[in-house]
């Protein structure tokens, strides 16, 4: 694993984000792994050393989370701002196109990608969407919100693996170890030296402005950007979800890309690929 940054611009100035790359890096097969939004690259640990013989598997911090910089304006945490950060990341890679599995968020900036128009072929050869898709159900997005806003200290890393066990239950059955990975990658230190969350508390803002524009109990559907989707595409779901439905799997397999679907047993939002059945899914799609 080699820890790197890259330089990137907002309308606020620039701000670095940090990714990890796993594999030969004269490799031109590269996989981008995106993850959700309090989560950070080191989440696909797993997945790309299993995947590192084949690929070039990049992992990026999105800004504002793990070891990227903090925007000055956060009114930018948005996919807007995610987007022309991961183009600069792109080029940085010096690829013509990339394979990407993106997590939730990272699902919804891949389909930002995906969908843009092109003279040629795009930057994203094969998309992953792991649990998300066109419509993000209200009741999950209150979830999210609920637990965003507050972000708690804790006074150990046990207390802290205790707080992530809980709010990531649906993340299915993992190891003790696999828990304690999952935990102590997104903690540092703050300043009264308890841990807290490496992520910037005003990610909240716009996620909050977002959902309120939207309407309360209203579902944010975003069909027209998936039906621009062009390239070869599967949508992967938690067995129980409760931001992806099935109906909306279903309506993917459909239209747009017409996306080939798979479902993980045991798991809700979302698979977290740290077991052998989850990574061949992701490996048999690739090829």
């Known amino acids: 694993m080699r820890q790197k940054y890259v330089q990137c611009l907002s309308p606020a100035g620039f701000h670095r984000m940090a990714y990890v790359e796993w594999g030969d890096p004269a490799n031109p097969r590269v996989l ?11 989440d696909f640990d797993t997945l790309a050393q299993a995947l590192a013989n084949r690929y070039r598997v990049v992992c990026p911090d999105v800004v504002g989370r793990g070891m990227s910089d903090w925007l000055r304006d956060p009114q930018l945490y948005a996919i807007p701002q995610y987007t022309l950060d991961m183009t600069a990341l792109l080029a940085r890679l010096d690829v013509e196109t990339v394979d990407w599995l993106g997590t939730s968020m990272g699902g919804m900036i891949g389909m930002a990608l995906a969908a843009q128009p092109h003279p040629l072929l795009g930057p994203i050869r094969r998309l992953i969407l ?13 979830r999210i919100g609920e637990y965003l806003a507050t972000p708690p200290t804790f006074a150990s890393l046990d207390e802290a693996e205790r707080h992530i ?43 909050a402005a977002a959902a309120a524009a939207q309407g309360e109990g209203k579902d944010i559907e975003l069909w027209p950007l998936y039906d621009a989707i062009r390239c070869p595409t599967l949508v992967i779901r938690g067995e129980h979800s409760d931001l992806l439905s099935r109906e909306t799997v279903m309506a993917m397999t459909a239209r747009g890309p017409r996306a080939a679907s798979a479902e993980i047993p045991g798991v809700g939002h979302a698979p977290m690929f740290m077991h052998d059945a989850q990574i061949a899914v992701v490996r048999d799609f690739l090829g």
């Open 32 to 42: 981008v792994c995106v993850h959700g939004l309090t989560r950070c690259g080191r």
């Open 130 to 142: 792991n649990d998300v898709g066109p419509v993000l159900a209200a009741s999950a997005l209150k």
């Open 165 to 207: 066990r809980t709010v990531a239950a649906p993340f299915g059955q993992l190891s003790d170890a696999q828990w304690r990975h999952l935990t102590e990658n997104v903690v540092k230190s703050g300043t009264d030296g308890r841990l807290i969350l490496r992520y910037d508390p005003d990610i909240a803002a716009p996620f």
